[in-house]
């Protein structure tokens, strides 16, 4: 995703739509294989399901890889957000006594 689309997500809201996207990928992965191993296909059906199940097991791992990093950026921005309000916490407490 671009950085620009990203300022404008926030990243939870960013990591929900991935989480969709990558359920769907294995709901739609999960029937692929369904297909495979249950009928009896000719080898043209057969290559084009295993053509679509690899294209569908990459796409679930660039999903759970760019999920892996923006969880890693949503605790960055947490751990932020908490130093942040101790510090004002601590601002403020010295200032009132």
Same mark, same amino acid.
């Given at each position: 995703?671009?950085?620009?689309? *990203?300022?404008? $997500? ?9 989480? %969709? #996207?990558? &359920?769907?990928?294995? =709901? +739609? ?8 191993? *249950?009928?009896? $296909? ?9 053509? %679509? #199940?690899? &294209?569908?097991?990459? =796409? +679930? ?37």
């Amino acid at each position: 995703m671009t950085k620009k689309k *990203r300022e404008n $997500l926030g990243v939870a809201l960013e990591i929900d739509g991935l989480e %969709e #996207k990558l &359920s769907q990928c294995r =709901r +739609a992965l999960e029937a692929v294989n369904s297909r495979l191993y *249950r009928a009896e $296909l000719s080898p043209e059906d057969r290559r084009s399901l295993e053509k %679509e #199940k690899n &294209s569908l097991m990459s =796409r +679930a791992s660039n999903y759970e890889k760019e999920l892996k990093l923006l969880r890693q950026e949503n605790q960055k921005n947490m751990l932020l957000s908490v130093a942040i309000f101790i510090l004002l916490a601590l601002i403020y407490a010295h200032w009132t006594m």
